[in-house]
């Protein structure tokens, strides 16, 4: 059961949307905690755990959220309740390492969520392109699709006109008149009607632009931009004791995100690197990740899979490195440079084995380009390397060896191409699995592993797979975000199944 891990939930947002989705996450038996910016915008705050920020404490529907900083995180979720912390830049996720980060901004665009940040990692409505931002989003617009999952492309485009409800769309929400300070002269439930004065903007009126239920509104004191939303007003009469519940929008939502975190959270258990590259922990305890396209991924993604089956695991680098670690591993190198880590020396990662049942080495540079052949100094294998892992992206094919290939003179030499000529799938898995390409220095085990197998047409995958599995070595195409792995074997059981069922 997912409950009895006590899995850690990360929430961007707190508006009402958010937490419809913080509230279902929070009944499903995960541990929430939500981040929000100094002055949230929230305009149905009754049903808000934004308003936290404001009022200190707050309860929607039973639940109640309390603000917080760090230190009583852990004590305010120990009392069953929602701590709010004020951390716009998401900084608390680095430190916290949740298992899942759901983005509920609903700012129509990314305001720094990654898809590294967490395990599963969620955005909801337009902004977010899944399976590049975050693994899944889920759709936000009113209509047929609305909670609908996506795990490949974005959701609906933000049309900037507000959804329908009781007939009415854009003349249920009211945007400010003026610049400057607000003053309610109505509360959220009461009923209003048109040309009412509901609030002022200094000595401007807002009027209320329809008859019904002034369903929210910004709070006393809230500095307003002109044009900025600030009321929203439901035409139906018969939802006035609804301000105080989640809505129905919300709720739909909420249900997206869960059914997300559940696919998503099978897929990453059924997902195992392990196992997909026969990796033995009590064995294979020094390991060098070599190539390019996916080396960083695959080392945060095996040493948090080890790390979850109890293993002590530290990430290291013979090469340069980025210093910003994921899931809660921060990589060690020889000093910094910039926004990297320098590498070790090739003996001291074999001394981490003193503290660690595992250590994972990146021991090669490839300038964010899918394919790399090594140069004469390449690559910096630890001493005493147990298995080596060498890495391609699939994305290389169709590119030219100059767009594609890092050391492309030594590629184009050793397979006798020029650098305009593409990439195809046979020089791929020529690199992976020659001595001159990943094999280069290695004196120990060897797998391989291509990465954005998911970029790949059917008919290419099946080609990549048989001319690797042609020679000794062992590996396979992967999918990190579609947590699906190829190789020969699993294909020509696919092939077999599909013949008796025919």
Sequence with gaps: MLTEKNMRVV???????????????YHSGFQVVVLECRMPAAIRRTVSFSEAVYQKEVTVEGITAKLADEEIVERILAEEKIPVLVDPEGDWI?????DIVVDAILAKRNLGTR????PVTIGLGPGFVAGKDVHAVVETKRGHDLGRI????????????PGVIGGVAAERVIYAPAEGILTGCRTIGDLVHKGEVIARIGDCPVQASIDGILRGILPDGFPVKQGFKMADIDPRLEERDNCRSISDKARCIAGGVLEAVLHLQTLEEAFSLRNILKIDPGKHRLIAVTGAGGKTTLIYELAKELRSAGYRTVVAATAHMWKEGRYGFTPIGGGYEGDKITGLAPGEPRKLLDEYDVVIVEADGSRGLPLKCPGDQEPVIPDGTDLVIGVAGATAIGQTFREACHRFPVACRYLGRSPEEKITAEDLAVCLTSDVGQKKQVACEYRY???????LDEETREALCHLLEKGKDYGAAVSFFQKRWYNDSTIQKTEVNEEKRC
Excluded: C, F, H
């Design 11 to 25: 929430v961007r947002g707190g508006g009402d949307l958010a937490s419809g989705v913080i509230a279902k996450l």
């Design 94 to 98: 680095r430190r916290w390492n949740p």
């Design 115 to 118: 898809i590294e940040m967490a």
């Design 150 to 161: 996506y795990y490949r492309g974005s959701a609906i485009p933000n049309t900037g006109v």
């Design 449 to 455: 592993l291509v990465n954005q197998a998911e970029e």
